[in-house]
């Protein structure tokens, strides 16, 4: 565990790209079965076995939740664990229960918040 105090949410996310190539072998066997005056009668066998080459790339990255538009946040879908990322040395933590952690910005706006809080009544 690291040190920090300021962490951010995120989430992980993967990308998977499966490509196939699909490679057809046709394998075309024309028999003559026998012909009269007018007509030929063929039989034809197409035998077509497909391999398939799949290719799958992975790509697992850290994406970060907006602090600015909760809305658009993915967070909140399928969350089985939540992830913090420190914003001070970037180690990256799983808890199975949300975390009462700030970010820099959260903090900022806390003490901007508290700052402005008029205290003219206080105590009276
Ligand atoms: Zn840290």
């Given at each position: 565990m690291c040190g920090g105090v300021h962490f951010r949410k995120g989430y992980y996310e993967i990308d998977v790209n499966i490509d196939i190539y699909p490679t057809a072998y046709n394998d075309v066997k024309v028999r003559t079965r026998g012909y009269d005056d007018v007509h030929i009668d063929v039989d034809v066998d197409v035998n077509t076995s497909i391999d398939n080459e799949i290719v799958e790339k992975g790509d697992i990255s850290f994406r970060l939740i907006s602090e600015e538009n909760k809305?658009?946040?993915?967070?909140?879908?399928?969350?089985?664990t939540y992830k913090y990322i420190c914003e001070d040395c970037g180690f990256i933590m799983s808890f199975i229960k949300e975390k009462n952690v700030e970010s820099i910005s959260e903090e900022k706006k806390r003490k901007q918040k508290e700052n402005t809080y008029d205290w003219t009544n206080f105590g009276k």
């Open positions: 809305e658009f946040s993915r967070y909140d879908k399928s969350v089985d």
